[in-house]
């Protein structure tokens, strides 16, 4: 039952599709039921129950055929559930495929005054809108002539147009974006977060796991049409990332204790954070904690070769995990070899407690490959980092990859963990420093 903070309720929703063998089957099923055989039965979505509070923007991951695009076309009321039920409080807009409510013979202003009324506006509501929807559209000449002579990215800019600007109170989003530029994918997701600001419920599917962690305040996961797992995006999309190396078998309870044990590093990990923030602004030198270690490392199955151990040292090439703010660092990559190989490159990437990858190196240089290195060979890389990281917690992981395998070799992730101290008098902000040198005023008058 809906409340006042809830928009969508789904409670053991479900959906099935009945196939028959041929349209005639179809038509004896309906017109004698008791003398025809019973058709095969797809289960799309098993049943699933959850809530979406206002304001919330929530990510849905999931390899093809999980059932994500069922789930959302039952929400926007596109299908009709087999099973259960789900409750929608406020006005949809919903892109659920590319060109989806618009006719191909109408010019793109004939189909913005065909949205508007189908969503409930009158046609002085969408007129008062018109400017804001051509201008984000940007389209041009192009609003007078049919939506069939459009490309893809145009059709996708008019859509998202068309949505986004008739301030729904609950937007759905099914992997449209993912057609356009960055440009305008960029413009796509400011838009998101000022309609996010304004109190809009956000539902979008994608496979970016960077676009759920940064714009995502909880992610539902689904396999085979069974929700896996439904919480924080960072948890959500690792266990995504686990999943899709692993096979329909293997994806078993152990991946419901993974994803326990991450959101309980996580808790344990921000409580750590807040309990040395007053300690490390006094520290002003590197050191080495032993305790210092990720609760959430995850290590591959290795293909030939593997990552044996990350160490870290700092400029002076001693060890150490707490880094003081401005200081280069060292990351040596530990490595043996199962098998000859002639065609690989080793990777790096440091990323933050959201997963974000701040920074990644490559050895040799993405467009090439190593030489032979052979059976039993035991060998490091030394990567070296600047010392542009803002204060706070880093994780390091890296991969190995071979050209003729066209797989990974290897992967962990979070296997160890640097802290960058700290400092007074930062004037540098956001993700990494780019600056160089403490920034100069010059007066050039001043009364």
């Known amino acids: 039952m809906l409340n006042h903070n809830t928009v969508i309720h789904a409670h053991r929703l479900e959906k099935r599709y009945r196939l028959y063998a041929t349209p005639t089957d179809r038509l004896l099923a309906g017109l004698l039921p008791a003398q025809r055989q019973p058709p095969e039965e797809v289960v799309a979505l098993k049943p699933?129950?959850?809530r979406i509070r206002r304001g919330e923007t929530v990510g849905i991951v999931g390899r093809n055929g999980s059932g994500k695009s069922t789930l959302l076309q039952l929400?926007?009321?596109?299908?009709?559930?087999?099973?259960?039920?789900?409750e929608v409080s406020g006005r949809i807009g919903a892109l659920l495929e590319l060109g989806s409510g618009f006719n191909p013979d109408f010019t793109g202003l004939e189909n913005i005054f065909l949205n508007g009324a189908i969503l409930g506006l009158s046609q002085q509501e969408i007129e008062q809108r018109l400017d804001a929807i051509l201008n984000f559209a940007d389209i041009g000449n192009f609003v007078e002539r049919p939506v069939r002579t459009?490309?893809?990215?145009?059709?996708?800019?008019?859509?998202?147009?068309?949505?986004?600007?008739?301030d729904p109170e609950i937007l759905v989003i099914d992997e449209a974006l993912a057609v356009g530029d960055e440009t305008f994918q960029k413009k796509c997701f400011n838009r998101l977060s000022e309609l996010k600001e304004k109190g809009t419920s956000i539902l979008f599917v994608t496979h970016s796991c960077p676009s759920i962690v940064q714009h995502c305040d909880r992610a539902l996961l689904l396999d085979r049409g069974k929700a896996r797992w439904f919480g924080e995006p960072e948890v959500t999309t690792t266990?995504?990332?686990?999943?899709?190396s692993s096979s329909d078998n293997q994806w078993s309870k152990k991946q419901i204790d993974l994803g326990l044990q991450l959101t309980k590093a996580r808790l344990d990990r921000a409580k750590q954070i807040n309990s040395t923030e007053g300690q490390e602004s006094a520290l002003s030198i590197s050191y080495l904690d032993p305790k210092l270690k990720p609760e959430t490392t995850q290590i591959?199955?290795?293909?030939?070769?593997?990552?044996?151990s990350i160490s870290c040292l700092d400029s002076d090439n001693r060890p150490a995990n707490h880094i003081r703010a401005?200081?280069?660092?060292?990351?040596?990559?530990?490595?043996?070899?199962?098998?000859?190989?002639?065609?690989?490159?080793?990777?790096?990437?440091?990323?933050?407690?959201?997963?974000?990858?701040i920074t990644g190196l490559a050895h040799p240089s993405l467009s090439s490959f190593t030489p032979l290195i052979k059976k039993g060979a035991e060998f490091t890389i030394e990567y070296n980092i600047s010392g542009n990281l803002q204060p706070g917690a880093y994780f390091v992981g890296g991969g190995?990859?071979?050209?003729?395998?066209?797989?990974?070799?290897?992967?962990?992730?979070?296997?160890?963990?640097?802290?960058?101290?700290?400092?007074?008098?930062?004037?540098?902000f956001g993700l990494c420093n780019l600056g160089q040198g403490m920034p100069q005023l010059k007066m050039n008058n001043q009364p």
């Open 75 to 86: 929400i926007c009321g596109t299908l009709q559930p087999s099973g259960g039920s789900v």
């Open 239 to 244: 266990l995504y990332q686990r999943l899709t």
């Open 150 to 166: 459009y490309s893809s990215g145009m059709a996708l800019r008019l859509a998202f147009a068309v949505q986004a600007c008739i």
């Open 300 to 308: 591959y199955p290795s293909l030939g070769m593997r990552i044996e």
């Open 326 to 357: 401005g200081e280069s660092l060292k990351l040596i990559f530990k490595y043996f070899s199962e098998e000859d190989f002639t065609d690989v490159r080793f990777t790096c990437h440091i990323a933050n407690p959201q997963g974000v990858r």
């Open 48 to 50: 699933l129950s959850f």
């Open 400 to 428: 190995i990859s071979s050209k003729s395998k066209e797989a990974l070799l290897h992967r962990v992730v979070d296997m160890i963990s640097i802290r960058v101290l700290e400092y007074p008098d930062r004037f540098s």
